[in-house]
């Protein structure tokens, strides 16, 4: 069962892909079971506010939480080794998209 991270704003299925990794404001995380939508959690993000050095950190958070796949519109630089490391697939996805929309392009190629 894939744990899914999409950086968001309010968070949920019907919030749209946050332009920013480290600086959203929440991370929708679901959770798939066969292509399907377990379970869905809205987790703040910590780190948001910090003045710098924040992508290694959420990283960090989001290989705590368990995640195996981040849907991000960006790329961390410093945050990517350690997402890696951590065994966490890094999937492009357009800032703007509907989580829901993003999730649905994920499950077709899972």
């Known amino acids: 069962m894939p744990k899914v991270a999409v ?3 309010k968070g949920g ?3 749209r892909v946050h332009e920013s990794l480290v600086r959203a ?3 929708t995380v679901v959770e798939l079971d ?6 869905v959690q809205v987790i703040e993000n910590p780190y948001r506010g910090e003045p710098h ?9 989001l ?4 995640v195996d796949v981040l849907l991000t519109p960006m790329e961390c ?5 350690i997402l890696e490391a951590g065994g966490v697939r890094i999937v492009k996805v357009k800032a703007g998209k509907r ?4 999730l649905r392009s994920l499950r077709s190629s899972l």
């Open 7 to 9: 950086p968001t704003s």
């Open 13 to 15: 299925l019907d919030d």
């Open 25 to 27: 404001e929440t991370f």
């Open 34 to 39: 066969g292509g399907n939508i377990k379970e």
């Open 53 to 61: 050095g924040a992508g290694p950190k959420v990283a960090l958070f």
């Open 63 to 66: 290989v705590n939480l368990g």
């Open 77 to 81: 630089p410093k945050g990517k080794p």
């Open 99 to 102: 989580v829901e929309e993003a």
